[in-house]
């Protein structure tokens, strides 16, 4: 029988048990390879809590490190972190009010009218003994938006006043309290601007002015949003019926009245943009603007607002809702669904003509190349004659690419390599663009628009415009050429060329090209299409002034119609104008012979006289004499350099090479929504 081994233990001994520890015993990690730490140990001092969030991170099994430089974990022994370190605006919250020293909005004659009160009641009440100061009870004051409701005490006599509305009041009917009118007011000038509440309540708190609530500036900005597209509407209505009279004075009794119109399309961000992120087109918001060709103002006749984005309905997905928009129950902001084609801009000209099909037709629409806005003109004011105009500045665009990738000669062009030759191509396309379009413009001018005429002098100004070009300027471009005199002093410039620049070696082939890429613009098929000289410039100087209202980098779901339609109205009405009328409507009108009116005035004339300012012929040169220079600075700055600067990337690129494709198998794309990119597209008219 084996030996047991026993314990003494408080004077008794015991068996000696199976987990009880034995001498050398070793401890069973032991028996493992141990990694060897390199590192040597560091021990941190205690961090606060924001410094801690800052360097600690954590893997996936929750261990806690800290990196060095190679992204290698340390040894750095940490301490669980202390209080987080103290704010600079706590220091402010914590210490002693100073209230009082802030700023407000109040209206001076209701401050009179609360003083004069309470200072004839506070000495009635005291018999004309208290001879203590009124001043303003911060803890009784109530703040309404941007405005207060105020009372007045006295120190001495405790004496407490009623509470004064320092504003004034909206003017409606109906039930409920009144707005203030600096509250619906500001919403009129932040509707039309590029910032929105949060960035207007930051503005009022760094002036020191107590900012209002969040939903309290955004329910205001709901509000006078939808009142302000009721105007624009109305308004819409008299530019139709003021155009129809216009038309009416020049048009044989008994004919119809039809007008002269241009269409074009703005979308809220570049539909090329949603690579990876929407199979469908990214593009969320489209406004189509319908402006009539007839007066020289140009003024907006219709519009439409599409719009794809919806709180509500992205709140009720993410509980795990189905819903489509515009169909869902509540209030839906979008009124196309989530998977409509926003880029059609046929859907979107007829919703823009649908309330001008009762009292408007238009029998002549200007439209850009590739866009199918005409079909839905056709279907909503149409008549059996319209016909569809086409943009010389679109057109010239396509022009200046289609000589882009025409392949000419080797000798053609000059320079060293391949590389100068092209770039020397490029400034040449858009030389011949520029001279083309200044002499259609010369021969408007000077046939007052007999398309007859100018269709024959363009034919002749074709050869001189390719003489010019191969060196033989002289007495063809005096007979044939409207922009060119063929004589020293008279002579095209040619400023995007550069100015020690030869004659270009064209052979018959290169002739053969160039002939055809000038009769693209200058060809009577396209003569005819532009033989009004109306264009799409002011739906595109206006689709830019939406950038102010509705930018690219912000998103306005709710609101966005509102934005839109106020800038129409400002831009048919003048902004000075426009704000009057604003203002009235929502119950909070501009006082008459105010400092307000005023500055309204002179920044209304400010804008006329810079518009008329930039249409002056000294303003053109000037333009066109900084266009000149930097091309020059930028041939001289060449010539310096052995090395021009190239793009070095890191990571290479695929380039496509379309320089060898055939001219007719290239695409020529005005814009990068375009659907209908090398294939045709035909429209037919009623009959």
Known sequence: MPKVKTQRAMGRTRRQRKGDFKVGHLYHRQHRATKTVTQPVQYCPRLSQDLYDDIVRCDRNGILYTENVEGESTNLRLLRPGKPDEQTIDTLIQAPSEEMNTYRLFQPS????????????????????????????????????????????????????????????????????????????????????????????????????????????????????????????????????????????????????????????????????GAGRTPFQPATQITYTICENETKSKRVIGVYTGNKLCRKAMKLRSKGQTVRCPDHEGYCSANLSEDATIGDERLAAREACRDMSQDTKIKYFTSDGDSQAFAGVLSQVGTETTENLRDPRHLAGCQRRLIERTTFSRNMFPGKTALHREKFKKRFARDVVTRCTTEIRLAHAKFNGDITKIKRQMTYATDAIIACYGGH?????????????????????????????????MSESDEKKLRDCIAYQLGAENLMKTRFATSTQKTEAINRSYVKVNPKSVTCARNFPGRIHGAIHSLNRGLANSDVLKCAAIGCPIFKGSRVARSLKREQDRKKYDRVRQRTL???RVRKAHRKRRYALYDQKKEDEDLSYEKGLADKKCQKKVANLPVNKRKHNEHAYSKNSGRKIFLVRWK
């Open 618 to 620: 000294k303003f053109k």
């Open 473 to 505: 300027c002289g007495l063809m471009c005096q007979l044939h050429s409207m922009a060119c005199g063929g004589v020293d002093g008279k002579k095209w410039r040619k400023d995007y060329l550069p100015e020690k620049s030869n004659a270009l070696k």
């Open 110 to 273: 209701k401050v009179e009218s609360m003083f004069n009160q309470c200072f004839k009641k506070h000495s009635a009440v005291n018999n004309f003994r208290c001879t203590g100061d009124l001043t303003f009870d911060s803890k009784s004051e109530q703040q309404w938006g941007l405005c207060w409701r105020e009372k007045l005490k006295c120190d001495t006599c405790g004496y407490l006043s009623k509470s004064f509305n320092l504003y004034s009041e909206e003017v409606r009917q109906g039930p409920g309290r009144r707005a203030a009118g600096p509250n619906r007011g500001i919403q009129v000038g932040l509707l039309q601007s590029s910032i929105g509440n949060t960035a207007m309540r930051h503005i009022l708190n760094t002036a020191n002015i107590p900012a209002p609530s969040f939903n309290a500036m955004q329910k205001s900005t709901n509000q006078v949003s939808a009142k302000l597209t009721d105007l624009n509407k109305t308004d819409l209505r008299e530019q139709r019926a003021r155009l129809r009279a216009i038309k009416k004075m020049a048009t044989v009794p008994g004919d119809a009245i039809t007008i002269r119109a241009e269409g074009d399309g703005r979308f809220n961000n570049p539909l090329w943009s």
